[in-house]
Every structure is written in structure tokens, then in C-alpha cells.
């Protein structure tokens, strides 16, 4: 409508016709449809599936997948406080790491066009402020965190702590991770898009990490006010490597670089299904790290000595489970080379039946896993195995997606994309097995980003130009690549 007005002449003055063909021009431009400026991103999509060698109908369900899993984050979390749920539809509390998968995910929705860039910043504000706001304290009850550091779970409508759940360092890192990858990517001079950033520093900045240093240099799991600190520190390869190259690059609690290559030489580096790698059993640990870090081609000295990268380890973690779910050495029902996939998901629930005469016992939520030093399978699959390894081995996990949609439609695949798990071998559904009716955040968030960083690399672009992931990657040793030698 300004151009409108513009050729207009209420004064009656004479108009030039340079004028009148530049005022027509500026009309055409406002009146150009939105779907112009979509032909053209649908000429570089076309471009990026022909560049990765997917098929029309590949890239269709890529499409529904990503689209699905991002509504998943945006249509249940609390509007009011940002505080992601656990779960649903069953509802329960919320999960701090599901706020940093949902943080991650709105700048997503942005670049698809799923949600303008105004929604997510009211979003993003709305998350931050809460936990900037929220009482910290060493009480038991009435506080969100305590130290920097935030309770694992709360409560979905207060953002208090949950019953007696533990002051959580990983998931604490997970939700930082969220932080910071909305402080990098909103870059604009406004102010709220500067309020993001300033409070995305605060947050991080009062982490303190020297209270979880009881066994120095490592790093312990969790604290609550009526136990103290988790029997347990961090070790050997999980999705603790997130939590290490945030602790390392923080400029006011920074662990020393020791931390680093004392919890590498916790390491177990075996062969499993013909490949070497470093051993752990759910496929969460070899993708949550690799969510927001680009591992590609960048190694630290434990790497450096084995010759491949980290990257590379997960890929051969994921190939080890399709082979392990070729050769079903425990006889499951279902498991083939294109229906696999263990992680830490939903189970039919704790229970042991005996089928076809053998006596089999299965689990409610559990860390599903296969590996050398350890094997957790009771038949049960989770898609978010296979969704989140996309970049890793994408032939063969984007076949296992589309394989258990064909095989079991509705019963796995929803409004929100995949169910979180489904077992074939328990008994119910009229023989077809035991099926999920819930999502979980924490394993739609890894479907999402890795399916983007498959795809466009996106996740991966905007952290690299994050100062404290960079700083956290070199202090801990890591060289080559996108990272450079300094």
C-alpha cells in the first residue's frame, strides 16, 4: 500500500514518468506473491537433494519428519515459561535437556519456514528471562537450580524442582548448549535479539563448575541438598563430551585441560562386528555431542593416535547395531537390516513372559544399547537410534525410517513423527507387539537437529562461530579442520 500512495498526486504537481516507472516498480515489488521467494529456496532444495542422492520420496518424508518433530517442541512446550515436558501426551514434568532440544529447535523452524523469526525470538526470551529469573538456592524445595546448574527435572507450570531429582550437570549442559546456540544465531542489532545474547552469556557464565570438581579433574554427575554429590563421576565416552568442552571453555569456572585427557584415558577402544571404536552401547552417546558439534575432521590427541575422528566412531557405532540387528543373536521378533536401533527410550514396561518357551523379560525406560562391553536389547527399538545417526551412516538409517513406517504406519508414525519405541516380540496388538503412545523430548530432539545437520549443515555452521564451544574444543587439544591448527 506505500507504493500506492507514493504515485499518487494530491498537489497536483506533474509527475515525471521516470518517477511514475520507478513508483510502478516499487508496486510490482510489494505485490509480488510470497511463493516467488519460495521458488527460488525450492530450486536450492531440489539442488541439495540431487547433492546428497535422495529420491523425490526420500526427500518428501525428510521433509514430514522434520516438520513433524519440530511441532513436537513447538506446540507443547509451556508458552508462558518455555519449559519443554518430558513427555507426551502422558504429562509429567518438564526436562531441562528438552528445553535445550527445544531452544535449538525454534531457529530451525525459522530457516524452514515453519515459524517467523519474531516467533522464536518471543519464544527464546520467554525461556531465558525464566531461567535468569528463576530462585536459585540450596533449599529442597521452591528453588530451579542451585550453583549455575538446574534440577533434571521440573515442574512444567512453577519451573520448580521435581520431587527429590538431582542438581543434573549433563542435562544442565544439554540446556546450556540450547543457550548458546540461540546466542550465536540471533546476531541481529535489535534489542531483543541483544537481550538474547546478554542473558545467553549470564546463564552460562555463573556456571559453576569447580563445585562438581570432587573428583578432580573430573567432573561428578549431580548433587541434591539431601545427599550431596552422585557416587559417580563422568567417564569414558558418552554424551559427557558435551559437558567437558562447556566446563573447559568457560572464562569464569573453566576445569583445567587435564580434565580432558583424564577422561579419555577412561576410554574402552575395542573391535565389535569387524570395526574398532570407542565402545558404548545407546547411540544418545555417540549423538547428543555431535548435535551442536561438527567433529568432522577435527581431532584431539586420543583421536590423532587411532587415525579417524569422532565422527567417524559414531558412524561405526551406528553400523554395528544394524549388524547386530542382522545377526539378532537373542531371537527377537522384527529385528532386521532395515528394523534396528537401541537407545535410551520408552519399554513395554518391567515384566518377564515366557514366548514360545523362552522366558523373556522386558523393561519400562531404560538405556537400550549394543556394544562390546555391554548388551542391553529386549526387542525393543527406538527410531530416534536410527533418526539421530542420520549424518553418520544416512543410507542406511533414513532405509530403517522409512522401513518401520511402511511395516507398522500409525502405530509408529504420528503427529508428531516417530513414537518414541515399539517391540515386536511382546505380546499385544493382536501379535504385532508393544507400541509407544508417547514422545519423548530428549529423543525427538536428536531426530530433529541431526536431520538438519544431514541435510543443511545448519546446526553445525552457526556453533562453530560460538567463542566458548571454539574455546572449550582447543583447550581440550582438538586441531585440524574447520578448527584450524592455533
Same mark, same amino acid.
Given at each position: ?6 504515485? !499518487? ?6 509527475? /515525471? ?24 529456496? !525450492? ?5 541439495? !537433494? ?26 507443547? $512446550? ?17 526436562? *531441562?535437556? &528438552? ?18 523469526? @519474531? !516467533?522464536? #525470538? ?17 533449599? @529442597?524445595?521452591?528453588? $530451579?537450580? =542451585?550453583?549455575?546448574? =538446574? ?18 550437570? #549433563?542435562?544442565? &549442559? ?23 545474547? /546478554? ?26 541438598? @539431601? ?39 577412561? =576410554?574402552?577402544?575395542?573391535? =565389535?562386528?569387524?570395526?574398532?571404536? #570407542? ?46 540387528? *542382522? ?10 537390516? /532395515? ?5 535410551? /527410550? ?5 515384566? $518377564? ?44 538409517? *533414513? ?21 518414541? &519405541? ?5 505380546? &499385544? ?19 530433529? #537437529? ?37
Amino acid at each position: 500500500m506505500a507504493a500506492m500512495t507514493s504515485i !499518487q498526486c494530491g498537489s497536483g504537481k506533474p509527475v /515525471s514518468k521516470l518517477t511514475v516507472i520507478l513508483a510502478l516498480a516499487l508496486l510490482a515489488i510489494a505485490l509480488t506473491p510470497p511463493t516467488a521467494s519460495r521458488a527460488v529456496c !525450492q530450486q536450492d532444495k531440489t539442488s541439495h !537433494q540431487e547433492q546428497l542422492g535422495l529420491t523425490a520420496g526420500d526427500a518428501a518424508f525428510l521433509d514430514s519428519l522434520e516438520h513433524r518433530t519440530f511441532d513436537y517442541f513447538w506446540e507443547t $512446550t509451556n508458552p508462558k515459561n518455555g519449559l519443554a515436558p518430558d513427555r507426551y501426551p502422558t504429562r509429567t514434568f518438564s526436562s *531441562i535437556a &528438552a528445553v535445550g532440544f527445544a531452544l535449538t529447535s525454534y531457529p530451525i523452524g525459522v530457516e524452514r519456514g515453519y515459524i517467523t523469526r @519474531e !516467533q522464536a #525470538i518471543a519464544r527464546v526470551l520467554t525461556t531465558l528471562r525464566f531461567f535468569r529469573d528463576a530462585r536459585m538456592g540450596p533449599d @529442597e524445595t521452591g528453588v $530451579t537450580g =542451585y550453583k549455575g546448574f =538446574y534440577y533434571h527435572f521440573l515442574d512444567l507450570d512453577t519451573g520448580t524442582r521435581f520431587d527429590r531429582v538431582e542438581l543434573s550437570t #549433563i542435562d544442565s &549442559a544439554i540446556l546450556m548448549y540450547g543457550v548458546l546456540f540461540c546466542q550465536t544465531y540471533f546476531d541481529r542489532n535489535t534489542a531483543e535479539e541483544e537481550e538474547i545474547r /546478554s542473558i545467553a552469556d549470564s546463564l552460562y557464565l555463573r556456571m559453576n563448575w569447580h563445585f562438581f570438581e570432587r573428583d578432580k579433574p573430573l567432573i561428578n554427575m549431580g548433587w541434591t541438598p @539431601e545427599k550431596g554429590y552422585a557416587p559417580l563421576s563422568w567417564k569414558g565416552l558418552d554424551e559427557a563430551m558435551l559437558l567437558y568442552v562447556l566446563a573447559l571453555g568457560s572464562p569464569t569456572y573453566a576445569v583445567p585441560p587435564t580434565a580432558w585427557t583424564v577422561w579419555t584415558k577412561t =576410554y574402552i577402544w575395542a573391535t =565389535y562386528y569387524g570395526m574398532n571404536f #570407542i565402545s558404548f552401547g545407546p547411540l544418545f552417546g555417540h549423538q547428543y555431542s555431535q548435535c551442536w558439534i561438527d567433529f568432522r575432521g577435527i581431532k584431539d590427541e586420543y583421536m590423532r593416535k587411532k587415525g579417524i575422528d569422532y565422527f567417524e566412531n559414531s558412524r561405526r557405532a551406528t553400523i554395528s547395531q544394524r549388524d547386530y540387528a *542382522i545377526e539378532n543373536p537373542l531371537h527377537y521378533k522384527g529385528y532386521s537390516d /532395515s528394523i534396528w536401533g537401541f537407545t535410551a /527410550s520408552d519399554g513395554p514396561g518391567d515384566t $518377564t513372559i515366557v514366548i514360545d518357551g523362552v522366558k523373556r523379560r522386558f523393561q519400562g525406560y531404560t538405556a537400550h544399547g549394543v556394544s562390546f562391553d555391554w548388551v542391553n536389547d529386549d526387542g525393543t527399538i527406538t527410531p530416534a537410534a536410527a533418526g539421530g545417526s542420520m549424518p553418520f551412516a544416512p543410507k542406511i538409517c *533414513i532405509q530403517a525410517l522409512l522401513a518401520m513406517k511402511k511395516k507398522y504406519g500409525n502405530l509408529v508414525w504420528r503427529k508428531y513423527g516417530f513414537v518414541d &519405541a515399539f517391540n515386536p516380540t511382546y505380546p &499385544a496388538n493382536d501379535g504385532k507387539g508393544w507400541f509407544d503412545q508417547d514422545y519423548l523430548g530428549i529423543d525427538q530432539g536428536p531426530v530433529l #537437529i541431526m536431520l538438519e545437520n544431514y541435510r543443511t549443515g545448519f546446526v553445525w555452521k552457526i556453533m562453530r562461530e560460538n567463542k566458548y564451544i571454539v574455546d572449550g574444543l582447543r583447550r581440550a587439544g582438538f586441531t585440524g579442520g574447520w578448527l584450524g591448527t592455533k
